[in-house]
T-cell receptor, first 113, second 114 residues
Framework: GDSVTQMEGPVTLSEEAFLTINCTYT??????LFWYVQYPGEGLQLLLK?????DKGSNKGFEATYRKETTSFHLEKGSVQVSDSAVYFC????????????FGQGTRLTINP | DTEVTQTPKHLVMGMTNKKSLKCEQH?????MYWYKQKAKKPPELMFV???????INESVPSRFSPECPNSSLLNLHLHALQPEDSALYLC?????????????FGPGTRLLVL
């Protein structure tokens, strides 16, 4: 079935470091792919998305490219800040109309000053 | 505006209580969702409403009863819950027509069952 595998955390970096969080997926067809972020004590916020192969989603300095050949959607940021500390979820959508999201397990990121 | 609101923010209830969670959106979305999220886990889908009709029930116990009274509101009625039902309950909404739709989440209701 459809699934998402995320890089296991937790991940701890220093401020201004380069960030990569790996995400690979298994799906029939060509789903849309998403990154959601969850700050402590809050709900999920959409960070970025891509709807077809080779699309690049970007927001707040984060980027991810939909790679069909490697079935990946890795999240990157060139210079992280303390405020980026959160849990990051990779997800794919299945179905049409009212969709179902399949989430990865989440990666907890901590940025130290 | 991509806001989904949820009330209450926190809820403590006993196993014999009846309570309700409320979710509201004014984005014109016709699909609404309930998720349950345990600590350090991803959200798990519970129910999906499409055009105010229940379209997906992920085998959720009957002590959880969803209701969609109109296109902007989604309720989750709770009765005779168990301590293991303590979790963050998230509501989301999206467009229905066509694929490639994005779900927008509310801040959640943190539920504690004693």
């Amino acid at each position: 079935g459809d699934s998402v595998t995320q890089m296991e955390g937790p991940v701890t970096l220093s401020e201004e470091a380069f960030l990569t969080i790996n995400c690979t997926y298994t799906a029939t067809g060509y789903p849309s792919l998403f990154w959601y972020v969850q700050y402590p004590g809050e709900g999920l916020q959409l960070l970025l998305k891509a709807t077809k192969a080779d699309d690049k989603g970007s927001n707040k300095g984060f980027e991810a490219t939909y790679r069909k050949e490697t079935t990946s959607f890795h999240l990157e940021k060139g210079s992280v800040q303390v405020s980026d500390s959160a849990v990051y979820f990779c997800a794919l959508e299945i179905g049409q109309g009212a969709q179902k999201l399949v989430f990865g397990q989440g990666t907890r990121l901590t940025i130290n000053p | 505006d991509t806001e989904v609101t949820q009330t209450p923010k926190h809820l403590v209830m006993g196993m014999t209580n009846k309570k309700s969670l409320k979710c509201e959106q004014h984005m014109g979305h016709r699909a609404m969702y309930w998720y349950k999220q345990k600590a350090k886990k991803p959200p798990e889908l519970m129910f999906v409403y499409s055009y105010e009709k229940l379209s997906i029930n992920e085998s959720v116990p009957s002590r959880f009863s969803p209701e969609c009274p109109n296109s902007s509101l989604l309720n989750l009625h709770l009765h005779a819950l168990q301590p293991e039902d303590s979790a963050l309950y998230l509501c989301a909404s999206s467009q229905v027509s066509g694929a490639r739709q994005t779900q927008y989440f509310g801040p959640g209701t943190r539920l504690l069952v004693l």
